[in-house]
């Protein structure tokens, strides 16, 4: 990368808010655990009653319908007069040891763990990840550069979903880095053990050297990159489901189209338990809901940037403009199911702050969805699995006709209830997309 390619990227950071303006903006953290309570038994069934009794008859059937394996968390968000807020959770059809796929949401995390790595060396989004290679499994096209600006690696990973830059990522921290910090996060169930597009469990062990540099200007005004922070080429140690084996489906179609009949084990998949990514999104929004101990080590500002790039629809991303992306190919349902799964054009006002997945039949999401008249504001997490026949890598799931269906209704659905509840303070509502100057 020149300095010009630099200062184009730094452009594009001024676009993400990582000013200090933003800190000002961000309501003081409370005492850890006091704001937020766990719903069960009767409380738990009237939030879910709320949600549902604005879901299309043909969505309710989805729901009754246990082949789809519908599972929901929901957070409701409670805003006080000065803006803070408490939170109340409750989950229907969880079933933390079923196995299903971590697909795309699993970015989310890896992101984080990035942002992480960047704050505690006191780097910004223009520093730049160098690979001493290709990785050694995965999805990797030819052309991929080796070097590339981190803020160009988020936007390719978060909007509009790219599997190249998680896979870059994966190999910048390792798997056993990455589980060490998400067992200090009390994330012990997760595996990222796995790069995508790649079944090859002994190689995606294996991670290639690399580094993170930053820009430095010397005193006669000379530019260089500088490596802040290093990883050799290293081995990880093996890891598994947590539960034992993850089988799943009725059958396989391999790549020449035979089909071997039995499920298919996936005990060396990515699993990424829904309750889980709930929790990590809900701690990037609202760092109040946890202790302190459980919360990610990123300042207000970095917390607020990352937020803001999880909350653009592909049409707002930069890359548009610069030709890596054709903008025609991306609505604003395409990486974003709940309320415009089902629609190329989001309501005005609606925001969605979150990721999507999409694999082997199972579609699914984890999003802060908000309104900016401040009249609904939830968080949820849901996935189902839309695949008739059984059979996997088949590409003939019915994702068009009813995964994306459901999302796209569950959403509308849950801030529909939000709209009709009582509620003495609803300006807060607006508070994430005013913040992160997105309209």
């Known amino acids: 990368m020149d300095r010009r390619d630099l200062l184009k990227g730094l452009a594009a950071l001024g676009l993400l808010g990582l000013g200090a303006p933003l800190r000002a903006q961000v309501p003081a953290v409370t005492p850890a655990g006091r704001r937020h309570r766990r719903l069960q038994g009767a409380e738990a069934q009237a939030l879910f009653d709320a949600v549902f009794a604005h879901l299309p008859a043909a969505q309710r059937e989805v729901l009754r319908d246990p082949r789809r394996e519908v599972q929901i968390a929901l957070t409701r968000i409670e805003r006080e007069a000065d803006g803070s807020a408490r939170f109340a959770t409750a989950t229907f059809g969880v079933q933390r040891q079923r196995w299903f796929p971590a697909a795309s949401v699993v970015k989310l995390p890896i992101a984080l763990l990035v942002a992480e790595v960047l704050e505690a060396a006191n780097l910004g989004f223009n520093a730049r990840t160098v690979l001493a290679s290709a990785p050694r499994s995965g999805n990797w096209e030819a052309a991929e550069p080796l070097v590339e600006p981190v803020w160009q690696t988020l936007w390719r990973l978060l909007v509009v979903s790219e599997n190249v830059p998680f896979n870059r990522l994966y190999d910048l921290l390792g798997p056993d880095r990455i589980h060490a910090r998400l067992a200090e996060l009390g994330f012990d169930d997760v ?3 796995s790069r995508l597009g790649s079944p090859d469990a002994r190689l995606n062990r294996q991670t290639v050297a690399s580094r993170i540099e930053a820009p430095e200007t010397g005193p006669d005004g000379e530019f260089a990159w500088v490596p802040r922070w290093t990883s050799d080429a290293r081995r990880a140690a093996a890891r598994r489901f947590p539960f034992g084996s993850a089988l799943k489906g009725a059958a396989w179609q391999d790549d020449r189209g035979r089909i071997e009949t039995g499920p298919r084990d996936f005990s060396t998949a990515n699993f990424l338990p829904l309750e ?21 080590a990123l300042s207000a500002t970095t917390r607020l940037s990352l937020l803001r790039i999880i909350g653009l629809f592909p049409r707002e991303s930069p890359l548009l403009a610069t030709g890596t992306h054709a903008p025609a190919a991306f609505g604003d349902g395409y990486a974003k199911f709940f309320v415009v799964g089902d629609r190329n054009a989001a309501p005005r006002g609606f925001r969605s702050f979150g ?3 999409e694999a082997f039949g199972h579609q699914g999401e984890t999003a802060l969805l908000t309104e900016a008249d401040g009249q609904g504001e939830v968080l949820m997490s849901a996935n189902l699995y839309a695949n008739a026949d059984g059979v996997l890598n088949d590409d003939r799931y019915e994702y068009d006709t ?4 459901f999302l796209a209704a569950l959403g509308r659905a849950a801030l529909a209830a939000e709209r009709e509840r009582p509620r003495p303070h609803r300006a807060g509502a607006a508070f994430l997309p005013t913040v992160l100057g997105l309209g």
């Open 355 to 357: 990721k999507t997945g």
């Open 402 to 405: 009813v995964s994306r269906p």
């Open 276 to 296: 889980d990514a709930h929790a990590m999104l809900l701690r990037l929004a609202f760092p109040e809901a946890t202790r302190r101990s459980q919360r990610w």
């Open 191 to 193: 595996r990222m053990i």
